[in-house]
């Protein structure tokens, strides 16, 4: 069974900067479409970044410039990278795996930016 645990969210200043991780368990991961998504209480949860392969990726165009998704596949994990934070970056922000037609998700991280 495919398991999803997300880190390294907080409190941070605007302009500061955050490094989210995602640690998958039970998958072939190498093989995985790996992609990070947030979500604000009221809204629909949104796709931030996707990581297709190694090196293909994918931003919501709010993002750009300032985030980065990468991943290490001897660790199983997923990384994504945010600087420049702004105050409506903050949102739960959602780790997500698929593979073979089937998504897990993860319980999320909180990231707030506040002065």
């Known amino acids: 069974q495919v398991q999803v645990v997300e880190s390294g969210g907080g409190l941070v200043q605007p302009g500061g900067s955050l490094r989210l991780s995602c640690v998958v368990s039970g998958s072939v991961f190498a093989s995985a479409l790996m992609s990070w998504y947030r979500q604000v209480p009221g809204n629909e949860r949104e796709l931030v970044a996707r990581?297709?392969?190694?090196?293909?990726?994918d931003y919501v165009d709010s993002v750009k410039g300032r985030f980065t998704i990468s991943r290490d596949n001897a660790k199983n994990a997923v990384y994504l990278q945010m600087n420049s934070l702004k105050p409506e970056d903050t949102a739960r922000y959602y780790c997500?795996?698929?593979?073979?037609?089937?998504?897990?998700w993860g319980l999320g991280t909180q990231v707030t930016v506040s002065s």
């Open positions: 997500n795996h698929f593979l073979n037609s089937r998504t897990t």
């Open positions: 990581l297709i392969g190694s090196d293909i990726t």
